[in-house]
Nanobody, 115 residues
Framework: QVQLVESGGGLVQAGGSLRLSCAASGSIFSISAMGWYRQVPGKQRELAAV???????SYTDSVKGRFTISRDNAKNTVYLQMNSLKPEDTAVYYC?????????WGQGTQVIVSS
């Protein structure tokens, strides 16, 4: 069993920055991928950023150049550095980890960007 604990969300003005973290614990041997998804009420959850086990990263077009995903393997932690935040980035952000073909989700952390 794997548990994911997210932190770092909050309220920030447009143009500001936040760094989200997601710490994984439990039965972790190897991680295929770690990613961040976001969801607005009434909308489908969408991928924001992902980092593979090999270290390659991918981003949805709307966050490219502003968000950076990274990881600390020793701490089993994935981060999402969010810069130049826009109101449209407002969402609940969920950490997602895949290990041995099983998907685990964090509890979600709220990000609100005001104008």
């Amino acid at each position: 069993q794997v548990q994911l604990v997210e932190s770092g969300g909050g309220l920030v003005q447009a143009g500001g920055s936040l760094r989200l973290s997601c710490a994984a614990s439990g039965s972790i041997f190897s991680i295929s991928a770690m990613g961040w998804y976001r969801q607005v009420p009434g909308k489908q959850r969408e991928l924001a950023a992902v980092i593979t086990g090999e270290g390659s990263t991918s981003y949805t077009d709307s966050v490219k150049g502003r968000f950076t995903i990274s990881r600390d393997n020793a701490k089993n932690t994935v981060y999402l550095q969010m810069n130049s935040l826009k109101p449209e980035d407002t969402a609940v952000y969920y950490c997602r980890v895949v290990t041995r073909g099983v998907i685990y989700w964090g509890q979600g952390t709220q990000v609100i960007v005001s104008s």
